[in-house]
């Protein structure tokens, strides 16, 4: 039997609904809506591409979005005034900056730079802390990580106590994800996996859960796979172009980090590319902007 795809768009859907909702009842109470200003440095075609989706998604909340496109060779100073300014408007409460920055950019003053109480993408060290604390006063979760959570949630699947690998310790997604995991509410047991990982196969053949987040393609051998297990890939991998159906223009053709059509031989479970993890992740985004207006509003 083939593994059971779970629907990222199903899922983020449903979340994304109810946003919709809380938005126009908040602009009806209020008269104000969450605001998000996306901002992107050079012109990477990857980049390009999620902040379009997140511009898309945020218009048909109804949300109040601002697009700062920045060119490649831009200053740090006015990266950092860009951010002063929003950090100071109002009507925006959430600052998004798509990683990652041209090489000449410091990125770690750029994200410390943000107003942590509209750090969406929880980057910042405070909010990125209060999950490493497990604090119960955390404002925002990490997007990809919470998604992530999310989606296994839907699918059905008990984290209490599963054997939970991560291969990958990304700053956005490997690292605040096992602090995520392991706590008391969630409960799962959690191996980090990397590069400098000895024995991968002892750890995923135990392994109920695994999540892919390794940003190479194979790593997960399917002869690894304990039957039955829950397969997470958070992959994106560009392997080509083809002509938009649609649109008639050229698309990039993606792949996660796991074998698709192998895994799901084996796995009970599985997250396509794409499809899986990406829509979540901005689902997650959409969500932390929303909640940081009402936390202004004394809602939260
Ligand atoms: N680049 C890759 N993933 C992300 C993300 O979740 N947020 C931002 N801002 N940049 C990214």
């Known amino acids: 039997m083939l593994a059971t795809i779970i629907n990222g768009h199903e899922v983020s859907e449903k979340i994304l609904a109810k ?6 009842e908040i602009e009806k109470k209020y008269n104000k809506v969450p605001g998000l200003v996306t901002i992107l440095a050079g012109n990477n075609p990857a980049s390009v591409s999620y902040v379009n989706l997140k511009i898309k998604t945020a218009n048909s909340l109804g949300f109040k979005e601002v697009q700062v496109n920045l060119k490649e060779d831009v200053s740090q100073q006015e990266l950092l005034s860009v951010i002063e300014k929003y950090n100071n408007d109002d009507s925006i409460h959430g600052i998004l900056i798509q990683l990652p920055l041209p090489k000449h950019i410091n990125e770690k003053k750029i994200i410390y730079a943000i107003n942590p109480d509209k ?10 802390g209060k999950i490493l604390l497990g604090e119960d006063d955390a404002k925002f979760f990490p997007c990809t990580p919470a998604g992530i959570i999310e989606l296994i949630k839907a699918a ?4 209490n106590g599963a054997d939970t690998v991560i291969i990958g310790r990304s700053n956005i997604v490997g690292k605040p994800l096992v602090n995520m995991l ?4 969630e409960n799962a047991t ?14 995923c053949k135990k392994a109920d859960i695994i999540i892919v ?10 002869e690894w796979i304990k039957k039955g297990a829950c397969i997470i890939d958070v992959g994106v991998n560009r392997v080509g172009e083809k002509i938009s159906k649609k649109t008639g223009n050229p698309i990039a053709i993606l792949k996660g980090d796991v074998d698709f059509e192998e895994v799901s031989k084996v796995a009970g479970y599985i997250t396509p590319v794409p499809g899986g993890v990406g829509p979540m992740t901005i689902a997650m985004l ?8 009402k936390y202004k509003l004394g809602l939260l």
Do not use: Q, W
Not at 213 to 222: E, M
Not at 286 to 293: F, G, Q, V
């Open 119 to 128: 750090d969406v993408d929880c980057f910042h060290p405070l909010n990125i």
């Open 156 to 159: 059905g699947i008990k984290i």
């Open 190 to 203: 959690v191996t980090i996996l990397h590069t400098g990982s000895k024995d991968m196969e002892y750890y």
């Open 286 to 293: 959409m969500k932390n902007t929303l909640y940081s207006l």
């Open 182 to 185: 392991i706590k008391k509410s």
């Open 19 to 24: 946003i919709r909702n809380e938005t126009i």
């Open 213 to 222: 987040a390794a940003g190479s393609p194979g790593v997960l051998k399917t």
